[in-house]
């Protein structure tokens, strides 16, 4: 609706032009010639001028759209991503809990009781 209000608005100022001159402190209007002679122009020229706003919105809708899709799949690689680290640093744990030697935990803690 706005799209149409600005169309409108240019609509009327292409057909009368406002002149208005200092000198004399006169105001006088002057019409389009391209309206004079064929008004089916004026109304193209307007159906086209609302066609290309049209199709400027929708592909700013499906950019929008777009960027959202990928917004959301970052945050779930994030997500994978947290996952796999806090799954590869309980695995590390384990297998250094396991690879220990006893000989050395008994070394640890007996220089701890030092």
């Known amino acids: 609706m706005k799209y149409l209000v600005f169309l ?4 009327l100022m292409i057909i009368c032009f406002v002149n208005a001159d200092i000198a004399t402190n006169s105001i006088s209007r002057r019409t389009n010639a391209v309206s ?3 008004p ?4 193209d020229s307007l159906r086209r001028q609302i066609e290309n706003k049209e199709k400027e919105l929708e ?4 950019m929008n759209k777009n960027f959202e899709k990928m917004i959301e799949l970052v945050n779930i690689l994030g997500q994978v991503d947290t996952f796999l680290t806090d799954r590869t640093r309980a695995l ?3 297998l250094a809990v396991l690879t220990e030697d006893s000989d050395d935990i008994i070394v640890a803690k007996a220089t701890n009781k030092n």
């Not at 409108?8 to 609509?11: A, C, D, I, R």
């Not at 592909?59 to 499906?62: D, Q, S």
Request: no cysteine.
């Open 8 to 11: 409108f608005l240019n609509f």
């Open 92 to 94: 590390v744990k384990k």
């Open 36 to 38: 004079k002679n064929n």
């Open 40 to 43: 089916n122009n004026i109304i």
């Open 59 to 62: 592909r700013a809708e499906r």
